[in-house]
């Protein structure tokens, strides 16, 4: 059970823009118990409260979720430890994430059915960040786009396959990658639907055509878009043009300003229509290490002159980000985006795309997953079910 916790003189942030600084109470079940204007308050009301933060002006929104991270801090979900798994939990906390979907990369069915064990057995031990499900990027992908993944992992769609890393995941599995464009995804795309998993397509060198065959399918979210998709030209829109033009598909997008053009990565958020953009961080275990060369599920990668990953032994192949969800909120203000809405693009947004419950968004009886920032975006305070899991010291 948590302390009951007052903030005061908080900037919130939620659906629109918080005019005055207010106020906001966390009872000892972890939910917000009372929103107020500060211009409102009663000291009496409150008497007696064991934990009273005045957070002097601070920005207070939902904490972020992060659907697309293979890791961070020095550790990632390819070696298939639960421990690996919490650690993760505890470092996303520092960067204001309240809720993540550890993600694998394509491997075998036999590997990737023992890191889909481990991240199971991990949930609800979590001392950070929660664990919301888990997300596959792969098999089921194009070679020809294979980006960062091992093409010797990447396999045409298996029902079988399918089926035995649901089981795996004991209803845990929340998001799959796909190619659109491979023979037999049909199958792949009815047992999401029958077990409430959402498609991306991406790795997918799939046509205009293909691509929208696929949203009539049901694969109506895409994978870091333009990375490792088949581009958009004026006479071939590709996947990017069809997630672009179909005001149905959401997209994730990597906003560091290396995987994608800022310009265009502003495009994107100013054009889709309001809730269907996510930012993700796409990161690496070395993440938030520094420089240095480290073992990425079977190949060497180091920070590139630009930011990001590359693999050092694949012509620089960029691989994976060096993210941090909370960077990407301010990187994405700093090109324009409204601070409300770019907050929204990493918490509401996502909580919406995956059906995580009252998540996202902050309102009187939700879960108190909340984060406290700096102007410049650096976590403040990280409260995860109302608990305390990260100050900055």
């Excluded at 006479?235 to 179909?246: E, I, Q, T, Y």
């Amino acid at each position: 059970m948590c302390a009951r916790t007052l903030l005061l003189n908080a900037k919130l942030v939620s659906n629109t823009a918080s005019k005055e600084l207010s106020g906001l109470f966390i009872n000892e079940d972890g939910r917000i118990a009372d929103i107020f204007s500060m211009d409102d308050y009663d000291r009496s009301k409150y008497h007696g409260c064991p934990a009273v933060m005045d957070v002097k002006g601070a920005l207070v929104s939902a904490g972020l979720i992060d659907t697309h991270i293979h890791g961070i801090g020095g550790f990632g979900t390819d070696d298939a430890k639960e421990q690996s798994i919490l650690e993760m939990s505890k470092c996303l906390a520092k960067f204001g994430v309240t809720g993540f979907l550890p993600t694998l990369y394509a491997g075998t069915v036999e590997k990737m059915e023992r890191e889909v064990k481990a991240i199971v057995s991990a949930m609800g031990k979590e001392q950070g960040a929660k664990i919301l499900g888990i997300n596959l990027e792969g098999p089921f992908l194009n070679p020809a786009k294979s980006g960062a993944q091992d093409k010797d992992n990447l396999s045409l769609p298996s029902a079988q396959k399918f089926i035995r890393l649901i089981e795996a995941g004991q209803k845990n599995i929340v998001a799959m990658t796909v190619a659109p464009e491979l023979e037999g995804i049909e199958e792949i795309a009815q047992i999401a639907k029958e077990n409430n998993i959402v498609l991306l397509m991406g790795h997918t060198n799939a046509t205009y055509e293909q691509a929208k065959a696929g949203m009539e399918m049901g694969i109506l979210h895409a994978t870091h878009m333009f990375n490792a998709m088949s581009p958009m030209d004026h006479k071939r829109p590709g996947v990017s043009g069809a997630v672009l033009f179909d005001p149905r598909s959401r997209c994730e997008i990597i906003a560091d300003g290396v995987h994608v053009n800022k310009d265009l990565v502003k495009h994107v958020i100013d054009s889709k229509p309001e809730g269907k953009v996510v930012l993700i961080t796409d990161s690496l275990s070395p993440t938030s290490l520094g420089k240095g060369i480290f073992k990425i599920n079977g190949f060497d990668v180091t920070q590139g002159e630009r930011g990001g990953f590359v693999d050092v032994t694949n012509h620089n192949q960029l691989c994976g980000s060096s993210l941090t969800l909370n960077k990407a909120v301010a990187n994405v203000i700093s090109w324009g985006v409204d601070p409300t809405y770019a907050i929204r693009l990493a918490t509401e947004n996502p909580a919406k795309t995956y059906g995580f419950g009252d998540m996202g968004i902050l309102a009187k009886g939700h879960k108190a997953d909340i984060a406290v920032f700096a102007d410049d975006m650096e976590v403040l305070y990280t409260f995860v079910n109302g608990n305390l899991t990260y100050y900055r010291r």
